[in-house]
């Protein structure tokens, strides 16, 4: 079976992304894999000394409401959904993801995510995913 590997953050491009993403799975009859991920947050251990672990588990509870979120709108396309939470980069977690499932046939993302560090062009997750994944990826505006 094919399917379309899809990163969600929450915001709108993501949305938008995915349901770009179940347009075109349910026309080739793909399985959609939700994949929000958990970027590290280990370099800010040294200003917020005690607070890390209060912010990992926001992000953790975050992650899961927006995957949550995700995969019901997902499904209104009519595709199988499945939904993954990874720890890391969210670049890199997206393009591993994608190699080391080769049933993976596309990697969807929004052209710009939540993140802070915006490229001027691209977001700075998404420029660095197309930089780095093996797969085909699809950035949509």
């Known amino acids: 079976?094919?399917?379309?590997?899809?990163?969600?953050?929450?915001?709108?491009?993501?949305?938008?992304?995915?349901?770009?993403?179940?347009?075109?799975?349910?026309?080739?009859?793909?399985?959609?894999?939700?994949?929000?991920?958990?970027?590290?947050?280990?370099?800010?251990?040294?200003?917020?000394?005690?607070?890390l672990a209060d912010l990992e588990e926001s992000d953790r509870k975050n992650g899961e409401v927006i995957l949550r979120d995700a995969a019901?709108?997902?499904?209104?396309?009519?595709?199988e959904v499945s939904v993954?939470?990874?720890?890391?980069?969210?670049?890199v977690a997206l393009a591993e993801r994608a190699e080391h499932d080769k049933d993976i046939d596309l990697v969807v993302v929004g052209s710009r995510g939540l993140g802070t560090m915006a490229s001027a062009i691209l977001g700075s997750v998404t420029d660095k995913l197309v930089r780095v994944c093996k797969k085909p990826v699809l950035v949509v505006h």
């Open 72 to 79: 019901r709108i997902a499904r209104e396309s009519g595709c």
């Open 1 to 51: 079976m094919k399917k379309f590997l899809v990163g969600v953050d929450g915001s709108d491009l993501s949305l938008r992304a995915l349901r770009k993403a179940g347009e075109y799975a349910f026309g080739v009859k793909a399985q959609l894999v939700l994949v929000y991920a958990l970027a590290p947050m280990s370099h800010l251990s040294e200003v917020y000394t005690g607070q």
């Open 84 to 91: 993954v939470m990874l720890n890391g980069s969210p670049a």
